[in-house]
């Protein structure tokens, strides 16, 4: 079975830095688009208890917060992405981390902001 990526809609940055990683990483996965009502239903919220999209559907199981997914990517395609050691890795662990707790969070309010949206 091919991996799919779950997604809610184009433009998702979420899961464009996903997809970046599988692009980097030599991985091929399928974008599926989940519309609300499938979202909001009792199966798929077993598969997805989060809601949140990107979500990875691979023939282990379901996957979901975009880092999670990347570093998946990133260990599976063989070229050492995650880094080549232990030092290498937590270093590019610490800006990810920096990242998601520094940055991320204000992110759509910053944008919002800027775009006017
Ligand atoms: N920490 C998550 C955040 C994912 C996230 O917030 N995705 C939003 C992007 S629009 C989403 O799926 N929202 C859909 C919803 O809340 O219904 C990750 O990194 O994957």
């Known amino acids: 079975m091919s991996m799919k ?3 809610n809609r ?3 940055l979420y899961t464009d830095v996903a ?4 692009n980097f990483s030599g991985q091929t996965v399928e974008e599926v688009f989940i519309d609300d009502e499938t979202k909001n239903s009792k199966e798929y919220k077993s598969k997805n208890p989060t809601g949140k999209f990107p979500c990875l559907e691979t023939e282990e199981g379901m996957l979901f917060e975009s880092v999670a997914i990347a570093k998946h ?4 395609g ?8 232990a030092w290498t890795e937590a270093q590019g662990n610490q800006w990810i981390d920096y990242a998601q707790s520094a940055l991320a969070p204000h992110m759509y ?3 919002r902001a800027h775009f006017g949206w």
């Open 19 to 22: 997809m970046i990683a599988a």
């Open 109 to 111: 309010t910053a944008m």
């Open 78 to 85: 063989g070229k050492n992405m995650n880094g080549a050691d």
């Open 10 to 12: 184009a433009q998702n």
């Open 73 to 76: 990517f990133g260990r599976i």
């Open 5 to 7: 990526i779950h997604n």
